[in-house]
């Protein structure tokens, strides 16, 4: 995955709503050994897709995407708060 993504898994899986209908989950989990700690759990509802393969797959882009949209927003946040830090001795 991209920077910063390598430490992430995205599960994605589909639930029957209807005929024909599928809700798409996904879940991001923190990568590691052993048990992997949810971070986010997300669903797409309404779509409608040939078979369950199709939604799953279709959840786990998804996934995939609020995983870098969450990634990118920590990467701003680190930097923000970075730029805040004032030099040790500047304090007024």
């Given at each position: 995955m991209k920077g910063g993504m390598e430490y992430l898994v995205v599960h994605g899986f589909a639930?029957?709503?209807g005929r024909g209908k599928w809700a798409c989950c996904f879940e991001i989990r923190l990568a590691g050994?052993?048990?992997q700690p949810l971070l986010y759990r997300g669903e797409l509802h309404g779509r409608r897709f040939d078979c369950e393969h199709?939604?799953?797959e279709a959840a786990r882009e998804a996934g995939e995407r609020e995983?870098?949209?969450r990634v990118e927003s920590f990467?701003?946040?680190i930097v923000d708060q970075g730029r805040l830090r004032l030099p040790v001795g500047s304090v007024r």
């Open positions: 639930v029957r709503e050994v052993g048990e199709a939604a799953a995983a870098e949209l990467r701003a946040l």
